[in-house]
């Protein structure tokens, strides 16, 4: 096995579905922003996987034949909001297995407005087993069913641990001052605590404004062989140093509305990294995690071992989530105020922390960053994780 080296990732600003351009547009313009960083020309690529959700099969080649047709395997991902990790995941396992030594992940996502609905009404839904156990445990709603999973889960973590609602409020806020210092950010304007409380409510704890949006965008990676990066002379100073993918375990289904969204799997996942690269959950200053709800990011916390079981309102109402904190969560404005666009979402969150790990993330660089953890998750499911390393 060998390193993949992230050479080169490239983005461009998030947009509401209503200012938003086509996919088309979008994700050739994130490619060649990942391309120029890298300092390299689309007929030295590979492999490439892209990751979208919300399109017709082989969107992923008629995105990339508006940057040219070169006659490479084009592979595409769909697995929900964790769509981009995906595609970043088989990206890496191509590079560490020696089967490409150049190899480009990009996710893109032209997002309708509104919540986020079944888009196969005549056919079994993947969440029919999810939704049951969240009907039972919080009986029948016309909310959106993400917001209902999300939602419950929120409300059964704040019920075994007395976390009152101004916590998850607190999130929301602290997503708004990351992402004032993000020029792709779709969200930068400040709010306050009451301001999201009095926002329509929505499910559970949450209120409109602790809901991410429906975003439109596109992102991009380039990974490396480290061999290929010397002899084309490329930057190699940021590398993947772990990564876990895990799906559903029989935990999921146990009745735990946490677990139900992910939360059990996630740990998996980020045990497996922190063994993998010998690290301590201690160790880590700056993560982009999956803050699709307020509920989310507090039990994402948790799930990564940021802090211990329980104890996620202290740690945000001590600050230790910001920076000044002990780590630095979602820089970026996370998928609250940055937006989620679902296939980009995994690849925004590598172009965070690579500039993050280069030093190149401007107002919102985190001080002293040798390494940076990734956390997306997808409903139905799966779970990403990855650790990267500033390499000296």
């Known amino acids: 096995m060998t390193n993949a080296m992230v050479a080169g ?26 391309l120029t960083d890298a300092g390299i020309a689309l007929t030295e690529v590979q492999q490439a996987y892209a990751g979208y959700v919300y399109g017709d099969s082989t969107s992923g080649q008629r995105a990339l034949y508006e940057v040219g047709t070169t006659g490479i395997p084009v592979v595409n991902v769909n697995n929900n909001c964790s769509t981009g990790s995906s595609a970043l995941w088989l990206a890496r396992q191509a590079v560490a297995s020696g089967a490409a030594d150049c190899v480009l992940a990009f996710g893109f996502e032209q997002m309708e407005r509104g ?16 939704m049951e156990i969240a009907e039972r445990r919080n009986g029948a709603s016309e909310a959106p069913f993400a917001a209902q999973l999300f939602g419950g889960a929120g409300a059964e973590y704040a019920e075994r641990y007395g976390v009152s609602p101004e916590t998850f409020a607190l999130v929301s806020v602290k997503a708004r001052k990351h992402a004032a210092n993000n ?13 999201v409380m009095d926002s329509p409510a929505v499910f559970g704890p949450l209120t409109r404004l602790q809901c991410c949006p429906p975003t439109c965008g596109a992102a991009a990676a380039i990974l490396v062989s480290e061999e ?30 946490p677990n139900l969204v992910g939360a059990e799997m996630s740990r998996r996942a980020a ?73 980009a979402t995994g690849l925004a ?38 650790l990267y390393e500033k390499v000296s």
């Open 115 to 130: 919540a986020l609905t079944m888009k196969w009404p005549d056919r079994p839904s993947p969440f029919t087993d999810f």
């Open 9 to 34: 990732v490239g983005m461009i600003p998030f947009a509401t579905p209503r200012t938003a351009r086509p996919y088309d547009v979008m994700a050739p313009e994130a490619i060649r922003a990942a």
């Open 349 to 386: 969150q590598c172009a965070e922390l690579t500039w993050q790990l280069r030093g190149d993330a401007g107002a919102r660089q985190v001080d002293d960053v040798t390494l940076a953890l990734q956390h997306n998750i997808g409903l139905g499911g799966a779970a990403v994780v990855t």
């Open 183 to 195: 020029p792709f950010a779709v969200f930068r304007d400040p709010v306050t605590v009451e301001e």
């Open 271 to 343: 045990d497996q990294v922190y063994e993998s690269a010998g690290v301590d959950p201690g160790d880590i200053r700056v993560v982009e995690l999956h803050d699709c709800f307020t509920t989310n990011e507090v039990l994402s916390y948790e799930a990564l071992r940021l802090t211990p079981d329980g104890t996620a309102e202290k740690f945000i109402r001590d600050g230790d989530n910001t920076y000044g904190g002990a780590v630095v969560t979602n820089p970026s404005g996370g998928l609250l105020s940055k937006g989620h666009p679902l296939g």
């Open 228 to 257: 290929f990066a010397r002899r084309r002379g490329l930057r190699t100073d940021v590398m993947i140093r772990a990564q876990a993918m895990t799906t559903d375990g029989p935990a999921t289904f146990d009745g735990s509305l």
